[in-house]
C-alpha cells in the first residue's frame, strides 16, 4: 500500500500535532506517496510539511451536497490504497467509504466505526496520553499490518533554514523596532475557543515575575487585535515595553517568525503547537478537565522545552476550567527557573 490518504481536518492545533504522524508513515515507507486532507486554513501549512506529497482541501461538512459529491469523486479519482482517519467522525468516515478506498483505519469510536474496515481502540475520552500519541498508534497499527519497521519520528518536526531565519529575524526587527541582541519572548493572549486562556491582567503579572529582559512581541490573529493592545497597554501602566505583532503574510511566514522567538507563551492554541513543532521552547496554560489537560494536548516540544501550567484540581467542572485560579506569580517563579536551566 503506497498511496495513502490521511485524513486530520479539524483546527490548527489539531492538525500540528498530527506532524509526527507525517513524519513516522514517510520515513518508516520512504516510497509511499502521502496526501493529506485538510481545511483551506491549513492547507498552506500543509503543502509546507516535509512528509506530505499532496494536499486536497476539504470542502466541510457545512458545504452544499454537490461540492460534497465533488469532493468524494476528487478522492475516488486518486486510487488510494488505504486511509488513515487521525480525526474520526460520521463526515469524515463517510468521505473514505463513499470513495471506496480498500483499507480504511480509524479509531474505534462511536457510529462512525461502522465505515471502516480496521478499527483500533483508544479510548480518547479517557485522555491518558498526549493526542500526537494517540496519531502516532494509528500509524503504528498501519505499519504493523504491512509489515513494515517503524520508524520513530524526533523533533524538530518543523523547521527553517538558517537563511530564511536570518532574513525574518531582520525584517522583524526593522518591521518591529527590536533589538536582535535580546531575547525575544512571544505572547499570544488569545484563544482559538477550544480552551480558556489566562486573562490579560494574569499575562501582565507573569510577565512582570520573569527575571530576564525580554522583548515582549504580542501576537494576533484575526480578531484578536484588540486584545493584544489592550495587553499593550497593561504592560506600559507597568512599565514594561510591548510590540504587537499582528500582520504577517500567511501561515507559512507567521510559522517562520514564530521560529526566531526564544520564548513562546499562550494557552492550548495553534500557534503554541506551531512554535512547539518548531522546538522554540513553550510555556503552555491548560484548562484542569480531562479532555483539555496539559497531558492530552502536550505540544511537540523535544524533551525538557516545554513547562505546563493548569488550575489546581477540583471536583467540579466549572473550577476546572477556571484559569484565574491559577497563581501567576507560582509560575513566573518556576519559568524563571526553568529557563535558566534551558537557556
Known sequence: MKNILVVRNDKIG????????????????????????????T?????????????????????????QQALVRTIKSAKFDASINLFSDTYNALLVWKARIPYRLAPATKFAQVFYNKRIKQKRSQSAKPEFEYNLDLIRA????????????KAPYFSFSLDSLAKQKEKLSEQLGLNKAKSWLY????????????????????????????EIVLTAGPGEQEK???????LKENALASVIYDKNDGLVDFSC???????FIAGSTGPLHIAAALDVPTVGFFPAKRSATPLRWRPLN???????????????????????????????????TWWDGIR
Open 228 to 234: 493584544a493592545q489592550e495587553l499593550q497597554s497593561l
Open 43 to 67: 492547507a498552506a501549512l500543509a503543502k509546507a510539511c516535509p512528509w506530505i506529497d499532496e494536499v486536497i482541501i476539504d470542502a466541510g461538512k457545512k458545504a452544499d451536497k454537490a461540492t
Open 187 to 214: 505572547v499570544h493572549a488569545g484563544s482559538g475557543g477550544s480552551a480558556n486562556n489566562l486573562s490579560l491582567e494574569q499575562y501582565c503579572s507573569l510577565l512582570k515575575g520573569l527575571n530576564e529582559d525580554f
Open 142 to 153: 498501519f505499519l504493523s499490518d504491512q509489515s513494515v519497521a517503524i520508524v520513530e519520528p
Open 14 to 41: 489539531d492538525f500540528m500535532l498530527a506532524w509526527p504522524s507525517f513524519a513516522m508513515l514517510k520515513q518508516s515507507l520512504p516510497d509511499c506517496r502521502v496526501t493529506a486532507l485538510v481545511p483551506s486554513y
Open 257 to 263: 517568525s514564530l521560529a526566531c522567538a526564544s520564548l
Open 302 to 336: 523535544s524533551e525538557g522545552k516545554h513547562i505546563a501550567f493548569c488550575p489546581p484540581k477540583a471536583e467540579d467542572k466549572a473550577s476546572q476550567d477556571d484559569m484565574s485560579r491559577i497563581d501567576v506569580n507560582v509560575c513566573s517563579n518556576d519559568i524563571n
